[in-house]
């Protein structure tokens, strides 16, 4: 039995990141007004998609980029959503207090403005990536606030699982929203190769990338949106080559195959997604019905010392 078919036309921006807010705003601004003149009814942009990658270095200085949750960034992008009628997933370095801040995802919900956000939870710190120099990492729910860590977004198309670039790679993090009625995975994404590693190198890194985040929607039966930047961005220090951000943004469905697939160059990609799937698929490979959740206690352990 198939279930009846609930569409949704899908937008990711796939772009270049600029040192200044302006420039890489208003790039934004012009992909997202294409795809919502192609039907767009939901577009993803990358992490931080308002500058640069600034933690290949470690600067105080670079806090002064940070912004309130409801600050220029998120404003304009609310005003663009509420414009365009549709549904916008945006990025800002969020200044939450002083000396407190966060990768924040927010998502903007037609004439409704910011409906919900997601802190990035999992900072990496690797070279060339050092960002828990500038990130606190989400909040965990408690008996306070139960409806923190990775908890779905409720908007006109859909509930969004959103979660954040290596955020991705943690398939606890997929497996919680999905329990908790994510019909979507959405990953805005910065990440990219060093260019010294060889070519062999970086074809495993992307290959491992990309399944990764396949794997997801195959684990849990729902579609996955991914989007990430391009271009090379310098080490503003002597200590590396830079960044070679490497695109191939993406949008699978529920077993994992590829709907729209981007390249290495900026690029929009616009996909009907048939969110219907989602249930057909669970029914013939019922995950969530077998799984052993009496036996899964010491997933919240650090490591099994025994």
Known sequence: MTTSRRTLKVGVVQQQGWPDKDTSLAASEAAIRRLAAGGAELVMLQELHASHYFCQTEDTAIFDLAEPLEGPTTQRLASLAAELGLVIVGSI??????????????????????????????????????????????????????????????????????????????????????????????????????????????TRQKDAWTLIQRSHGVANGVPVIVANRVGHEADPTPASEGIQFWGGSFVCGPQGELLAHGGTEPEELLVEVDLARGEDVRRIWPYLRDRRIDAYGDLTERYRDR
Request: hydrophobic content about 35%; some cysteine; aromatic content about 12%.
């Open 93 to 202: 370095f969020e200044r939450r207090a002083a000396g407190v801040y966060h990768n924040t995802a927010v998502v903007l919900d037609k004439a409704d403005g910011l409906v919900g956000t997601f802190r990035k939870m999992h900072i990496p710190d690797d070279p060339g990536f050092y960002e828990k120099f500038y990130f606190t990492p989400g909040d965990a729910p408690s008996a306070q606030s139960p409806r923190r860590g990775f908890e779905p977004i409720d908007t006109s198309v859909g509930r969004l699982g959103v979660q954040v670039c290596w955020d991705q790679w943690y398939p606890e993090g997929a497996r919680l929203m999905a329990l908790a009625g994510a019909e979507m995975l959405l990953y805005p994404t910065a990440i990219g190769w060093d260019p010294r590693d060889d070519e062999a190198e970086q």
